[in-house]
């Protein structure tokens, strides 16, 4: 399952090789909510890995984003104890343009006329 959020990007770090094989890259987003007047503040870290750490390249700090990311959750046993990380897997990030509507528009049904009194029921079944 994919999820989307669009914030400001606050944070961007350098890719690190984990091993040979495997590297990874963190950013931050910033996502700001008016909730009963208050506004609420909230940073979620993401990760790329593999060939999308580039993916931040292109965007600056204070830049306005959509990230589209899945949530990827591992565990581990470590002397004895039950060990969880929660990831937050970026695979797609895009420009956000200032004043953009994030709602999808109503469907205009104004100009459809409405069904007749009676209906003629002609189906074969």
Same mark, same amino acid.
């Given at each position: 399952m994919?999820?989307?959020?669009t914030g400001k990007l606050t944070a961007k770090y350098d890719t690190v090789q984990r091993t040979e094989t495997f590297k990874t890259r963190e950013f931050v987003i910033? +996502?700001?909510e008016d909730i009963g007047g208050r506004i609420i503040t909230n940073y979620a870290k993401f990760q790329c890995v593999q060939d999308k750490t580039a993916l931040v390249d292109r965007f600056a700090i204070g830049d306005e984003v959509k990230v589209q990311f899945n949530i990827?959750?591992? +565990?581990?046993?470590k002397?004895?104890?039950d060990n969880y990380i929660t990831n937050l897997d970026a695979w797609r990030i895009e420009a956000v343009k200032l004043g953009q509507q994030?709602?999808?528009p109503q469907a205009n049904y104004a100009n459809i006329p409405p069904p007749p009194d009676e209906m003629v029921d002609d189906l074969p079944f």
């Open positions: 994919s999820y989307e959020i910033e +996502k700001s990827k959750g591992t +565990k581990w046993v002397d004895g104890r994030e709602e999808i």
